[in-house]
């Protein structure tokens, strides 16, 4: 009858769990069609440039992927418009880069990937580079402004390097911030130092932006040259500071009920036999007494006023008399517990089962043994010890 229950427990507890993770996987994971997630390529004036997208279905039926991308009329082209793929299969997207306005630019769009059930969006900056530009930028965000939220704050630290010995101490550039549409929605100028300088640009984000992918771009004209350089961030919902708000609420339930089942089982473990438990704990203190009671003579040969190699020849005995002891009383333990399992088979009676586990308990407490192998004065006075401490033995 044990047997039985505890299978069905086990039975259900895997079935769950096997709900659980469906769930999981059908639902809450992101499905997507390639593991880019950001397309940047600088070009120089009237040049061009080849990049290749590995594309993968993750549906569980065959699908017609199509592609598109948004501002780049006549700058940017695909080897295919559309195609299918079985689930699982993937295939190269190539994607061609032609500067055909002939000016320094920087393009900001997206490449959105679809299929009948899924919809997946790139974020795509194309540079095109004046070959004579004058200046190095590098921009980095600071640590601090890592995460953006609407009304937040966005903090950019612009390092500024001299290509051409230009000689001066520092430069006006112009920033602004472009959404994935290409569209500017926040612009402004700043003066950055040269080389050993730099400048830390601190933006207020206005609270009615949506949450997303944003491109700042920064740009210095100095006689008839362009120097560019951009940055992709992205702002998220102020919400996602708080941990349940972003999650998921069937990922919520999934966590809750792992936690439900895990908590169902610890109790069942712990609870399904009180006597098991009592002897387990027993056992544990009776080894713990012994190695005290080990330990105790150690310190014995340490303090005595033998020579030294004989004090080290005794202490190498009594680790070997140690694992002797552990040894013994290890077989002795679980013969404790075969005979428990006997009594329980037979449906003995409870108060015959307590008087079993409290002989064994006065038993451990006498450490035979200890008494056997280590034959001593020692355990004699650890046992007077204890019993100053009331312990009955």
Known sequence: MQKKRWLIICAVIVLLSAAGFFVYSQFLTEKDFTKTSLIKVNIPTDGE???SVKITNPEQTEQLINFSINNFNNIATFSDSEFYLQPGESQNLIISFKDNIHTPEVYVGKLIIRDSVSKE???VILGVEDSNSAFAIIPSVLPKYDSVYPGDKFGIDLKVFDLKNSNVPTVK?????????????????TEIAVDDGGKTEIINIPKDWGTGDYVFVITINYKDTISF??????????YKKNFLSEMNFILMLVILFVVIIIGLVIYFITARDSLFIRLRRQQSQEIRRNLKCIAYSRRAIRKSREKPAKKKEKIRRLNRVKKKIIRRIREKQRRQKREISRLRKIKAKRNTLDRKLQGWKKQGYKMYEAKEELHGTNIQKQLGDWKKQGYKI
Do not use: V
């Open 121 to 123: 969006e790139i974020p």
């Open 49 to 51: 440039y080849e990049i």
């Open 173 to 189: 550039a112009n920033y602004e911030i472009k959404n994935l549409d290409g569209e500017t929605i926040l612009n402004g100028e």
């Open 229 to 238: 350089s951009s940055y992709l961030f992205s702002i998220s919902s102020l």
